[in-house]
């Protein structure tokens, strides 16, 4: 058996294989209510033979969204909208998870191929928030939190996990990349406090941490929880990779059962040396000097690669978007270039190649 589409086993849950689908926004949700193109989206990942498909990135509060557009999980009626999807999801023996986010101060945009970045108030815009009053470039400058709205968030995050499980889903993933609230805080280039939640790692990485331990509680002890983490900045002075390794051992001792490592994010225009695999390093640094299993991303494409970062030892699984984007059962075809044989969908068996020994 592949390395890649071996089962692996995290608390009550087994993945029948380790291709997963990574959380990518579309942008295309109403009042934080996904619908008929997140059923087809994300479902058609599902009959595509991936072992965990990831939901996009969904906010705890409606402050929290990247853009109008972009989905919640902060009331019932988008529990019910997510549970239309986690259902078909399962009839496929796959399982679902959520990414629980907030965008802090990359929050209340347009669409991206609208023909202006920032919403106004009139077109659903909102004034974002950050731990400091400091604008990413191009945004409006945030608002800084208070000690009680941060206890407020964190309250926040864990009505969600809770709400996760009533919408099905299997696993929560905490957004702590891509220059979102949680990495503003753990960043030194966005987080400027000096209060408890500034200054030191210990202090930037409270709110992500007392985050972790309120999920935990809520969502209880059988349920995976992971967190995706930008291990570097890419720039002088920023948050980088000796900070993700201790970082990653703060949440292998808080009960998170594994990183999913991103970069970049935080700053624009940081010099990021983007080629095949080029985040695979920081996920392999992170499993041996942390002791946490890890999820490689970023510019996986081909069945050799995937199989080859596990097999090296680099990650336990990998998490592929722009690759199932294009084709949406990259899985299948994965698995006959391998030859590995696994189930297909009955409805899709006329188009194996590969056949039962």
């Known amino acids: 058996m592949t390395r890649l589409f071996s089962p692996l086993t995290l608390r009550s849950s087994t993945f029948t294989n380790r291709v997963w689908v990574s959380p990518m926004c579309q942008y295309s949700a109403v009042d934080g209510v996904v619908g008929p193109w997140h059923l087809v989206h994300l479902g058609g990942f599902a009959t595509g033979g991936a072992g965990l498909v990831m939901a996009e990135a969904s906010a705890v509060t409606p402050e929290g969204r990247i853009s109008i557009a972009c989905p919640g999980l902060w009331n019932e009626v988008q529990v019910n909208a997510w549970r239309t999807v986690t259902d078909f999801i399962h009839t496929q023996g796959t399982k679902a998870g959520i990414q629980l986010a907030h965008a802090g101060r990359k929050g209340?945009?347009?669409?991206?191929?609208?023909?202006?970045?920032?919403?106004?108030?009139?077109?659903?815009?909102?004034?974002?928030?950050?731990?400091?009053?400091?604008?990413?470039?191009?945004?409006?400058?945030?608002?800084?939190?208070?000690?009680e709205e941060i206890d407020a968030l964190v309250e926040d995050f864990a009505n969600a996990a809770d709400r996760a499980l009533r919408a099905g889903f299997d696993l929560?993933?905490?957004?702590?990349?891509?220059?979102?609230?949680?990495?503003?805080?753990?960043?030194?280039?966005?987080?400027?406090?000096?209060?408890?939640?500034?200054?030191?790692?210990?202090?930037?990485a409270r709110l992500l941490l007392r985050a972790v331990d309120a999920v935990r509680a809520r969502i209880g002890e059988e349920v995976p929880m992971f967190v995706r983490i930008s291990a570097s900045d890419y720039t002088s002075l920023g948050w980088d990779i000796d900070e993700s390794v201790e970082l990653s051992k703060m949440l292998r001792e808080a009960g998170v059962d594994l990183v999913d490592v991103s970069s970049g994010g935080n700053v624009a225009n940081a010099t990021i040396p983007i080629g095949p695999g080029y985040q695979v390093h920081f996920a392999q640094r992170i499993r041996d000097e942390a002791s946490i299993p890890t999820a490689a991303v970023g510019l996986i494409n081909d069945a050799a690669q995937a199989e080859q970062i596990l097999s090296d030892g680099s990650a336990d699984a990998v998490f592929l978007a722009r690759a199932f984007l294009r084709n949406p059962r990259w899985a299948l075809g994965a698995a006959e270039a391998l030859g590995e044989f696994i189930t297909w969908p009955k409805q899709l068996e006329r188009a194996r190649t590969l056949r039962h020994p």
């Open 108 to 147: 209340s945009t347009m669409r991206p191929w609208d023909d202006h970045l920032m919403a106004t108030k009139a077109e659903g815009g909102w004034q974002a928030v950050a731990p400091s009053a400091l604008a990413f470039e191009g945004y409006a400058v945030p608002h800084a939190l208070s000690v």
């Open 172 to 204: 929560v993933e905490l957004h702590a990349a891509h220059g979102y609230l949680f990495h503003e805080f753990l960043s030194p280039l966005s987080n400027l406090r000096d209060d408890e939640y500034g200054g030191s790692l210990d202090n930037r």
